[in-house]
């Protein structure tokens, strides 16, 4: 006979009363978290070709913002270890665990924004002009196609085992399809009109975004998501922030 836990249910509006909480069984959320390692595996092969290439065709070009999506992809390949990590033995039904998680990939994204942040500018200053990139617009087009897949997967995935980080992972995944059109924007307009000033403008974009999800990453630490053994039920208390919407 399955044991019956019970997780929260993601974006729900917070309530006076505690929030009504979803019933899973043991066996289902194990099913389910092995799906995720899945997912997460795949996406750190994709991640860390992806990261290799940008980066390499970056420099070659002396693009920034070849460079900048690269370092992003370093990022969300680092997320991906962090779910590998996260839903691994005793760590599957781990509330700890969870926030962590959120923790350590809201560093990496702060860690990432000033250094495309700088030279993003320093590039708008000293009028480099990156050089066109085939290998980068092929690249973009990759992320573009794949990462939705990966994104909208996990997501689905997070709504029902009550995973705040798994489902962070999966809008990085999304984030990563966004930032890939807004490369291939600024590639493309470069090699047929010349506007080299695309590529730091574009720069300057991945900048902001990885500002903008490392807080919500930081803001995730306290989400309302716990270890279904410990019969986690959540409430108004645990819930004051937007991680789950």
């Given at each position: 006979?399955?044991?019956?836990?019970?997780?929260?249910?993601?974006?729900?509006?917070?309530?006076?009363?505690?929030?009504?909480?979803?019933?899973?069984?043991?066996?289902?959320?194990?099913?389910?978290?092995?799906?995720?390692?899945?997912?997460?595996?795949?996406?750190?092969?994709?991640?860390?070709?992806?990261?290799?290439?940008?980066?390499?065709?970056?420099?070659?070009?002396?693009?920034?913002?070849?460079?900048?999506?690269?370092l992003d992809s370093?990022?969300?390949?680092?997320?991906?270890?962090?779910?590998?990590?996260?839903?691994?033995?005793?760590?599957?039904?781990?509330?700890?665990?969870?926030?962590?998680a959120q923790k350590?990939?809201?560093?990496?994204?702060?860690?990432?924004?000033?250094?495309?942040?700088?030279?993003?500018?320093?590039?708008?200053?000293?009028?480099?002009?990156?050089?066109?990139?085939?290998?980068?617009?092929?690249?973009?087009?990759?992320?573009?196609?794949?990462?939705?897949?990966?994104?909208?997967?996990?997501?689905?995935?997070?709504?029902?085992?009550?995973?705040?980080?798994?489902?962070?992972?999966?809008?990085?995944?999304?984030?990563?399809?966004?930032?890939?059109?807004?490369?291939?924007?600024g590639l493309v307009?470069?090699?047929?009109?010349?506007?080299?000033?695309?590529?730091?403008?574009?720069?300057?974009?991945?900048?902001?975004?990885?500002?903008?999800?490392?807080?919500?990453?930081?803001?995730?630490?306290?989400?309302?998501?716990?270890?279904?053994?410990?019969?986690?039920?959540?409430?108004?208390?645990?819930?004051?922030?937007?991680?789950?919407?």
């Amino acid at each position: 006979m399955s044991t019956q836990v019970e997780l929260p249910v993601l974006g729900q509006e917070v309530q006076a009363e505690p929030r009504a909480v979803a019933t899973i069984s043991r066996e289902r959320y194990d099913e389910l978290a092995r799906k995720v390692k899945r997912l997460s595996w795949l996406s750190l092969g994709a991640m860390t070709l992806e990261g290799v290439v940008a980066i390499s065709a970056g420099v070659v070009a002396g693009s920034i913002a070849l460079v900048g999506f690269g370092l992003d992809s370093a990022v969300e390949g680092f997320a991906s270890t962090i779910i590998i990590w996260r839903f691994t033995g005793s760590r599957v039904f781990s509330e700890r665990a969870e926030h962590r998680a959120q923790k350590l990939v809201a560093i990496q994204f702060f860690i990432l924004a000033p250094y495309v942040g700088i030279e993003s500018i320093r590039t708008v200053a000293d009028g480099t002009h990156a050089a066109v990139s085939p290998v980068g617009i092929g690249l973009a087009i990759f992320s573009l196609v794949t990462m939705p897949l990966l994104g909208v997967a996990k997501q689905r995935i997070a709504d029902e085992i009550g995973s705040a980080a798994t489902k962070g992972e999966g809008r990085q995944n999304i984030l990563c399809a966004y930032l890939a059109g807004a490369l291939l924007v600024g590639l493309v307009g470069n090699a047929a009109f010349g506007a080299w000033w695309l590529d730091p403008v574009v720069g300057l974009l991945i900048a902001g975004v990885a500002v903008k999800e490392g807080a919500e990453a930081w803001r995730g630490e306290g989400c309302c998501v716990g270890s279904p053994l410990d019969g986690f039920e959540a409430d108004a208390a645990a819930c004051h922030d937007d991680c789950c919407d």
